[in-house]
């Protein structure tokens, strides 16, 4: 940061003080001299007062109080003493005169109203608790981030000047300076002088502390103000008095500057930031004085970078660095990643990623804007020591008996000499330690997340984390519960689990400590078996029967149908079996396989084992084939045109599904006029040959799209006239009869007509692949001039008959318009359509009876223009 001049403008008058416009404000004292009793002393008293640049001074609603009370207190019985009106003594405005340019927007400006009070002098008798001087006021400004509800929380300001019977009668307090106009950006780094001097010589040391509340807003000027000692004010989470911006926000002890990262803006971006100032005389506290002050955060930017306090890689040596606090004034980057010897260890990246050749402590260095006017520098250590890894085992797993755990991190690097443990149980906050290899007890069984964070003389760090079961007792499982051996055998027991085992009796039993002795009793035995885990005992048992012989029966011969399967079976207390022959048998080593037998009987053997004790019978397993089926043909057919389907089969029993559009279903040969494709299937069946199951087979009838042929609609023509024929929904055309007809094998055959006739239906067959259907087309001849008619009567009652009054064209390629008006000369229907006509009706509404006049226009085949007019009758 560039430093910046301030100016204080000091104005003289006197106004009343009242709201909630307080930002700070400190006391202070200065020793004058002896007083007038002995031991006493005489004293100037200031109070300092920070407000809102506009804090209105003056007039009514005042908020700057032309005078205030000092209220004396004994500082060891907190009673009162007296109560001083104090004028003020200066005020004016804090000013910043230059904008930063190395921080975006501008920072000129009036940052606080400074209220000066100052008691001239005052002659305090010798006190052995010495005094205390308060003065309070409510309220703080809106908004402040770090304070809840601040509006409502007023302040205390107090100081206390000690015993004047001691060796420090003469003591003055120390005396901040008001210069408090550093620029302050969100989550940027920021410093903040916040020194103190002290006109006695004394060693100076700085703190956070609390700031107090006082006053109310029923009582914002109390007279006198409240005994003390004060109550601190209410932080906001994330804050306290010794952390009032947050953890990364530090003050140095000996200098009492403030630097950090400055917190991000929650509501006005205000914070209430309150350092005590301890006096230290030959190293023993003589006196403290207390500076509260409202730093403002802004939403600006700075050109100096923030890295990391400090970077440690205990995996790797490759990192990644990146300024914290990027801004927009940064225009370019210059990193020193700090390794000796060399020139290569540099990147202008934003975000460079570098790898160290050797294990070691550097400094990385980054420049931001280098030789430029904004030009800013900031360094972190950098610890680079890969291997390191954090691991422990554990011992113990009960209840209330000690579990042991035994770190077994690994270093390559210094040596492991941080342990913090967690051993998981949610129950206790005492289940942690710091020894290299604690025990703990559970008093609890459950899952327990076990934590170590190991750390090394190197300054790497690694967690190590891990789920454990704690249980009542340690966990044993047998691998039988009952089993069998034949006498004179000797068959071998097994257990699992973590400890001493212990097996009963001990007749007939070898290796009787471990998890799997052999046993041969002579009769069946219970063997009990117990597990020891550091004192924490489980129990178990296992039956062992003692036979002469197997017992086995196989099952029943049985029949089934040929490609199969059938699954085999046995009754046997045999612990071996196997069947044979084994290749067409899924596993022929378990009592119930399957088998696909090939062939038409197959006899299937099991021998059971127990031991030296062996039995075997026989199954067998014969087979039938599936009935013979064979549908028929796939086959296609034309829309709506049956077909005879043709079933072979051997089956006693048959049928075709679905039944719909078969002429009968359970005959091999029904006829079948399906409407679109379809696939039948004959299901046959032989219930008494032995395999009774069904077999099937489909046959597809394929169905040719519906042919829908059009010869067009019927029509009229005049003597001489040309008429061209259109069919459509077909392949090819056949028409019928020939007469007058340029063509009969073509969609559009041309006729001409003579008027021997006066009319002729004509017929047109349309295909389609093997497919056809017909059509009519009705052809009338006039044999008077191209005319239009038009009928002269209708009768629109809905009944289907005259309806509609509408013109017939003969010999007309076009109809211009056909118009109808009512009496009154209104247009009730126009239309240029052939074939379309009036249904009586205007807009919707029936008309009355009446008559009515038309008119039309067209034009002939000739290319002559047509047009007529008459009445037409409307009858209801």
């Given at each position: 940061?560039?430093?910046?001049?301030?100016?204080?403008?000091?104005?003289?008058?006197?106004?009343?003080?009242?709201?909630?416009?307080?930002?700070?404000?400190?006391?202070?004292?200065?020793?004058?001299?002896?007083?007038?009793?002995?031991?006493?002393?005489?004293?100037?008293?200031?109070?300092?007062?920070?407000?809102?640049?506009?804090?209105?001074?003056?007039?009514?609603?005042?908020?700057?109080?032309?005078?205030?009370?000092?209220?004396?207190?004994d500082a060891t019985s907190y009673a009162l003493i007296k109560t001083i009106n104090v004028p003020v003594s200066n005020k004016g405005n804090l000013i910043r005169g230059t904008d930063d340019q190395c921080i975006s927007g501008n920072q000129a400006g009036c940052y606080y109203k400074v209220i000066t009070y100052v008691l001239g002098e005052i002659d305090l008798p010798a006190r052995a608790g010495g005094y205390t001087v308060s003065y309070q006021r409510c309220c703080r400004i809106s908004g402040v981030d770090n304070i809840i509800s601040s509006n409502t929380v007023g302040n205390?300001?107090?100081?206390?000047?000690?015993?004047?019977?001691?060796?420090?009668?003469?003591?003055?307090?120390?005396?901040?300076?008001?210069?408090?106009?550093?620029?302050?950006?969100?989550?940027t780094p920021f410093t903040i002088p916040f020194s103190a001097m002290d006109p006695d010589g004394d060693q100076l040391r700085y703190e956070f502390c609390s700031?107090?509340?006082?006053?109310?807003?029923?009582?914002?000027?109390?007279?006198?103000?409240?005994?003390?000692?004060?109550?601190?004010?209410?932080?906001?989470?994330?804050?306290?008095?010794?952390?009032?911006?947050?953890?990364?926000?530090?003050?140095?002890?000996?200098?009492?500057?403030?630097?950090?990262?400055?917190?991000?803006?929650?509501?006005?971006?205000?914070?209430?930031?309150?350092?005590?100032?301890?006096?230290?005389?030959?190293?023993?506290?003589?006196?403290?004085?207390?500076?509260?002050?409202?730093?403002?955060?802004?939403?600006?930017?700075?050109?100096?970078?923030?890295?990391?306090?400090?970077?440690?890689?205990?995996?790797?040596?490759?990192?990644?660095?990146?300024?914290?606090?990027?801004?927009?004034?940064?225009?370019t980057y210059d990193w020193d990643f700090g390794v000796d010897g060399i020139t290569t260890d540099?990147?202008?990246?934003?975000k460079p990623t570098y790898t160290y050749p050797t294990p070691g402590t550097y400094t990385v260095t980054v420049v931001t804007n280098k030789g430029q006017l904004c030009s800013e520098t900031t360094t972190a250590q950098v610890k680079v020591y890969p291997g390191f890894s954090a691991d422990f085992k554990v011992d113990g797993i009960c209840i209330q008996k000690p579990t042991q755990f035994t770190d077994q991190t690994v270093a390559q690097h210094g040596v492991v000499?941080?342990?913090?443990?967690?051993?998981?149980?949610?129950?206790?906050?005492?289940?942690?330690?710091?020894?290299?290899?604690?025990?703990?007890?559970?008093?609890?069984?459950?899952?327990?997340?076990?934590?170590?964070?190991a750390g090394s003389s190197v300054g790497c760090l690694?967690?190590?984390?891990?789920?454990?079961?704690?249980?009542?007792?340690?966990?044993?499982?047998?691998?039988?519960?009952?089993?069998?051996?034949?006498?004179?055998?000797?068959?071998?027991?097994?257990?699992?689990?973590?400890?001493?085992?212990?097996?009963?009796?001990?007749?007939?039993?070898?290796?009787?400590?471990?998890?799997?002795?052999?046993?041969?009793?002579?009769?069946?035995?219970?063997?009990?078996?117990?597990?020891?885990?550091?004192?924490?005992?489980?129990?178990?048992?296992?039956?062992?029967?003692?036979?002469?012989?197997v017992t086995l029966q196989a099952m029943n011969d049985t029949t089934i149908c040929l490609k199969d399967s059938v699954q085999l079976n046995a009754n046997t207390n045999g612990l071996r079996m196997l069947w044979t022959p084994s290749g067409e048998i899924d596993d022929?080593?378990?009592?119930?396989?399957?088998?696909?037998?090939?062939?038409?009987?197959?006899?299937?053997?099991?021998?059971?084992?127990?031991?030296?004790c062996v039995d075997t019978d026989d199954v067998i397993v014969k087979t039938v084939p599936y009935p013979l089926v064979d549908a028929g043909e796939d086959a296609t057919i034309c829309y709506d045109t049956p077909i005879q389907l043709s079933g072979t089969t051997n089956g006693a029993q048959y049928s075709w599904s679905p039944a719909n559009a078969l002429s009968n279903p359970t005959v091999l040969n029904p006829i079948a006029r399906p409407l679109s494709s379809i696939e039948y299937v004959l299901t046959a069946q032989n219930p008494t040959s032995g395999c009774p199951k069904p077999n099937y087979d489909t046959v597809l009838i394929n169905v040719l799209p519906q042919i829908i042929p059009s010869a067009g609609n019927d029509t009229a023509v005049v003597v001489g006239q040309s008429l061209q024929l259109l069919a459509s929904g077909g392949e090819s055309y056949v028409w019928s009869p020939a007469t007058n007809l340029s063509s009969t094998t073509i969609p559009n055959p041309v006729g001409v007509y003579d008027g021997s006739f006066e009319s002729i239906r004509y017929k047109v067959i349309a295909r389609v692949g093997p497919c056809e259907d017909s059509a009519y087309v009705r052809v009338r001849i006039f044999k008077t001039p191209p005319q239009i008619f038009v009928p002269t009567a209708f009768t629109p009652n809905n009944d289907g008959k005259n309806d509609v009054i509408r013109p017939v064209a003969v010999g007309m390629t076009q109809m211009e318009?056909?118009?109808?008006?009512?009496?009154?000369?209104?247009?009730?229907?126009?239309?240029?359509?052939?074939?379309?006509?009036?249904?009586?009706?205007?807009?919707?509404?029936?008309?009355?009876?009446?008559?009515?006049?038309?008119?039309?226009k067209g034009v002939d085949f000739a290319g002559k223009e047509f047009f007529a007019k008459g009445t037409v009758t409307l009858i209801r």
């Open positions: 940061m560039r430093k910046a001049f301030f100016i204080l403008i000091l104005l003289c008058s006197s106004s009343m003080a009242f709201a909630d416009h307080l930002k700070g404000g400190f006391f202070t004292y200065q020793y004058l001299g002896p007083g007038a009793s002995a031991g006493g002393s005489r004293f100037s008293i200031t109070l300092t007062l920070y407000m809102d640049c506009n804090a209105r001074d003056g007039g009514q609603g005042s908020q700057v109080d032309p005078t205030l009370n000092f209220s004396f207190f205390t300001y107090s100081i206390t000047i000690p015993s004047t019977a001691a060796l420090v009668s003469t003591n003055s307090s120390a005396t901040f300076q008001v210069n408090d106009t550093a620029v302050v950006c969100a989550n700031a107090n509340s006082g006053g109310s807003t029923s009582v914002p000027a109390p007279d006198p103000a409240a005994p003390p000692p004060y109550s601190d004010v209410n932080y906001s989470s994330g804050f306290s008095g010794s952390q009032p911006m947050g953890p990364d926000v530090t003050i140095d002890p000996v200098t009492g500057v403030i630097t950090g990262i400055a917190p991000s803006i929650r509501n006005s971006g205000e914070f209430v930031v309150t350092v005590c100032v301890t006096e230290l005389r030959n190293g023993v506290p003589v006196g403290k004085t207390r500076k509260e002050l409202h730093v403002k955060v802004g939403n600006c930017n700075s050109t100096k970078p923030t890295l990391e306090k400090e970077y440690v890689n205990c995996d790797n040596p490759t990192l990644t660095f990146e300024n914290k606090t990027p801004s927009s004034e940064i225009k540099v990147s202008n990246q934003t000499n941080k342990w913090s443990w967690d051993f998981g149980e949610t129950t206790s906050q005492t289940d942690i330690s710091t020894a290299p290899s604690p025990s703990y007890q559970y008093p609890l069984a459950g899952i327990k997340s076990v934590r170590l964070i690694d967690t190590a984390i891990k789920q454990i079961e704690i249980f009542e007792k340690p966990p044993l499982r047998v691998l039988t519960k009952d089993t069998l051996m034949c006498k004179g055998d000797t068959t071998q027991l097994g257990a699992f689990g973590n400890g001493n085992f212990t097996w009963t009796p001990l007749s007939n039993i070898q290796n009787a400590s471990t998890a799997t002795p052999s046993v041969w009793p002579i009769t069946t035995t219970t063997y009990q078996v117990e597990l020891n885990d550091n004192g924490c005992i489980n129990t178990d048992s296992i039956r062992v029967r003692v036979v002469n012989f022929p080593t378990i009592v119930n396989p399957k088998a696909k037998p090939t062939s038409s009987s197959t006899t299937y053997t099991i021998t059971a084992r127990i031991g030296r318009y056909f118009r109808i008006f009512n009496r009154w000369g209104q247009l009730v229907y126009s239309s240029s359509v052939p074939n379309e006509g009036w249904d009586g009706k205007l807009n919707g509404k029936e008309q009355g009876s009446g008559v009515y006049v038309w008119m039309v």
